[in-house]
């Protein structure tokens, strides 16, 4: 089989490993355990006659069933799924290749709350911000797929993933990712999808969507994340097990507890897609963290949230899988140093672990709020920490031997060739330029003396209302609108 490898490059270089192997297998055998001797709550019929029907064991009871895996159904249902698959843009020069230690990055999911750019005011989101953030997602080359990062607040609850999935589509040619809901919002979200590929065959060969389901901590896999899981896997779309285990609340208080507890609820349903259509791709994702038990307040930002997440990338690349992590994602209410100090720590934690797509940006308030201009901030940190996986090559043209012994001792090097050959390495890339490199006096002049955020925040600004997405072919938005109506009339 041939592999088309898109995007950006895998690994190289740098890199973090936080187990021996004996502690992968060891914990790989937790989770076999659990899944197979302490089991699963299960709230759908679907899936419970689906586990029955591969060989798991089920108990009914009042409203749910009790359901163990015996260990190999779950190594069976590992090894099915793909190893290595493709993140398929609406515009194929957006593909990326979702495979261990090849890192991509995206913002963070599902904010309820916005941090507007332009008049600095905290207010609820809305489809607007969410249609704005898509183009800025958009046009930020370091992001490989485009997250509904909103909740807003002028949609009613039952319709926002239908209509947040609308204001990305006009408004991006990157992949995407978010929850979808329930079945009734899936089916209405593949019409809009078919419109904006042009048909139905057109999506299915080039599927640019990738829902999430959710899995409830601890091992309870509730009716709408089951019927999703289902009827995705067998409409051909690619899946993220997102698991949001809280360490001391909703697992145990250990990070390898907590990380054994996770997986095993990540290889659930992975296990659950593989069934219910053998070949599945699957991305196991992550947004755990751990609950302060002084604040009872979800830390995302806390280094214990990195720990955690780069733990559960490694498992996944025991397994071969491709992962996704939410690492970056701040506890601090305004754009300060706060919310830099803990993108960067929990993200290159994350990457350096090899995960396969690192998502947290924009995302400050535990998870809560969206600022572009962090996303923007955000942005400029990951062209860096991909710098930094580049690692250092030593091969005979990098150590320089030869050009060390032209120029001999007391000479310089600022005018050979070889630098010259490699000056546009050295110097940043216009796309991420705000963080400073100049004198004191050189940026006075540019920026008037202003703070990184304020530069973000005009910069934000300045993208949402020029960028211009690839257009959608002719009569696909007459097509959604129709959708939308149809849905709201329902």
Known sequence: MRMDYTGIPSMAGFGLQAFTDDQLKAIHHGVLYILEKIGLKVQSKTATELFANAGAKVINEKGFSKVTLPQWLVEDCIASAPKSFVYY?????????????????????????????????????????MAGSARLQDALENIQIVTRTMAPGDIPAKAQALHCLDAILRNTGKHISGGAGNVVNLKAMLSLLYAAAGSKEKFEARPFYSPSVCPTSPLTLCEDCCDVAVAAARAGLGLVVMIMPLSGATAPVTPAGTVTLGLAEQI????????????????LGSATTIMDLRTTVSAMGAPESGIINASLVQMANYYGLPSRVACGVSDAMTLDSQVGYEYATNAVTAALSGASIVFGGGAMESGLTHSPAKLLMDHECMGN??????????????????????????????????????????????????????????????????????????????????????????????????ILMEFKDK
């Open 89 to 129: 843009g609406r515009d194929s020069k957006y593909d990326f290749t979702a495979e261990p230690h090849r890192t991509g990055f995206t913002a963070f999911g599902q904010c309820v709350k916005i941090l507007d750019p332009e008049t600095g005011e905290y207010r609820s989101s809305t489809k607007d911000d």
């Open 268 to 283: 659930a349903g992975l296990s659950l897609a593989q069934i219910a259509n053998k070949g599945t791709p699957v991305t």
């Open 385 to 482: 920490i991909r710098k930094i996986l580049e690692g250092v090559s030593t091969d005979e043209k990098s150590l320089s031997i030869d050009i060390i012994e032209e120029i001999g001792a007391a000479g310089s090097f600022l005018m050979h060739s070889q630098t010259m050959d490699h000056v546009r390495e050295l110097r940043k890339k216009p796309s991420n330029d705000l963080f400073n490199r100049k004198s004191r006096a050189a940026w006075k002049k540019d920026t008037g003396g202003k703070s990184i955020s304020e530069i973000a925040s005009e910069k934000a600004c300045f993208t949402i209302n020029n960028h211009t997405p690839v257009s959608l072919p002719d009569g696909a938005v007459e097509k959604m609108d129709k």
